[in-house]
Each structure stands twice: as structure tokens, then as C-alpha cells.
T-cell receptor, first 115, second 115 residues
Framework: GNSVTQMEGPVTLSEEAFLTINCTYT??????LFWYVQYPGEGLQLLLK?????DKGSNKGFEATYRKETTSFHLEKGSVQVSDSAVYFC??????????????FGSGTRLQVQP | SAVISQKPSRDICQRGTSLTIQCQVD?????MFWYRQQPGQSLTLIAT?????????ESGFVIDKFPISRPNLTFSTLTVSNMSPEDSSIYLC????????????FGPGTRLTVL
């Protein structure tokens, strides 16, 4: 099955700093890859996704590139804001059997952005 | 995308009792999932709920403890039975709309505290 390893947190940055959260995965085949975000007190939201190798997903200034050769999907943002403070989850789908899939999640990385 | 609601949003329950959580989706979906997020942890898949057939449980989760119903394509329930304080978690419903390949959307969660 698939698995994911995500950078440990918490990550504390000052506003306008550059952000990288590392995510590497093992997978059978080339599944779609996802980043989800959970803001304080809220549910899980899809942040971005990439469906094939070399694809770049982007949303709200965040980007992640599907790197087949390094099996990575690192999340980046050039200039973080206080409002980006949240927990970020990397997720490849778990291939169970007969094509059934459900997302599995990394451990989550808590980002704290200070003014 | 899909709009998902859950009831209740939170509850405080006594040890030994049971709680049923409802999940309603605004469109028909084939695949529905239930996850658990223990305090400060990542999400763990409990089971896949399929309309017209029994739910499929992941390792460590059993039907007697977490019975699931899926009477139609827009609704599911998860019951947490004979609760203990270790069951205190956020329980999340998730769906994968038809044709979305692997993208899943999540409900706001039900925050359960067991005393």
C-alpha cells in the first residue's frame, strides 16, 4: 500500500517568510497527491492537488510539484501570512483492493506564523 | 465539490453509552468514509461505507464498536458504542464524488468527549 512521511512540526515563521513543508511518499503506480489544511477549530479543506508526475498544484499562494523521481510533494509558499497558521496534511490515496481507494494522511505539520 | 453536514457538531457523553453521528451530503455519492482524529493527531480511516452493502472496516476497527449505516447515496451514520474516554476524538465524514478519481471532501467533524 501507499504511505507518506511528513515533516515534523511545529514550524514557527515570521510573517512574509518562505515556507517549505516536506512530504515524501511510497506508492504503487502514480496516484494523485494532495495537501489538505485544517484551520483552528475548523474541518479539513482541500488546499491543492496534482494528478500526475511533474504536475504543479497551486492555491492561495501555495504550490507543490509532483516529483516522481524523488517521490516527493513538498508544499511551498513564498510569503506566509498570519492567516496561514494551521495544520497541513499531505495525503496520497491508499489503494486497498479492486481499485477502492481512500486518502491516508501524514502526521500533519502545524504552522504558526507570527506577526 | 460536495457540501457535507454532520450532526451533532459536538457532544459530551458518559462512559458506557453510545452516540450516533449523522452525515448528510448535498449530492449523491458512491463512496463515503468515516475517519477519526484523536487529540493532536492525524486522521485515521475507520471504514468505508457503501450503499447497499456492509461497511468495510480498517485494521483496528470493528463493526460491534463502530456500526455504520448507509441507507442511501446521500446519508450515513456512524455509531460509537459502549464509549470510553479513549474514544474522545473528532469523527469526520468524507465523500468522494463520482468522477473525482481520488479527491475527497470532508464534513466539519463531530467533537466527542467521553467522561
Amino acid at each position: 500500500g501507499n504511505s507518506v512521511t511528513q515533516m515534523e512540526g511545529p514550524v514557527t515563521l515570521s510573517e512574509e517568510a518562505f515556507l517549505t513543508i516536506n512530504c515524501t511518499y511510497t506508492a504503487t503506480g502514480y496516484p494523485s497527491l494532495f495537501w489538505y489544511v485544517q484551520y483552528p477549530g475548523e474541518g479539513l479543506q482541500l488546499l491543492l492537488k496534482a494528478t500526475k508526475a511533474d504536475d504543479k498544484g497551486s492555491n492561495k499562494g501555495f504550490e507543490a510539484t509532483y516529483r516522481k523521481e524523488t517521490t516527493s510533494f513538498h508544499l511551498e509558499k513564498g510569503s506566509v501570512q498570519v492567516s496561514d497558521s494551521a495544520v497541513y496534511f499531505c495525503a496520497p490515496p491508499l489503494i486497498m483492493d479492486t481499485g477502492r481507494r481512500a486518502l491516508t494522511f501524514g502526521s500533519g505539520t502545524r504552522l504558526q506564523v507570527q506577526p | 465539490s460536495a457540501v457535507i453536514s454532520q450532526k451533532p457538531s459536538r457532544d459530551i457523553c458518559q462512559r458506557g453509552t453510545s452516540l450516533t453521528i449523522q452525515c448528510q451530503v448535498d449530492s449523491q455519492v458512491t463512496m463515503m468514509f468515516w475517519y477519526r482524529q484523536q487529540p493532536g493527531q492525524s486522521l485515521t480511516l475507520i471504514a468505508t461505507a457503501n450503499q447497499g452493502s456492509e461497511a468495510t472496516y480498517e485494521s483496528g476497527f470493528v463493526i460491534d464498536k463502530f456500526p455504520i449505516s448507509r441507507p442511501n447515496l446521500t446519508f450515513s451514520t456512524l455509531t460509537v458504542s459502549n464509549m470510553s474516554p479513549e474514544d474522545s476524538s473528532i469523527y469526520l465524514c468524507s465523500v468522494r464524488p463520482s468522477g473525482s478519481t481520488d479527491t475527497q471532501y470532508f464534513g466539519p467533524g463531530t467533537r466527542l468527549t467521553v467522561l
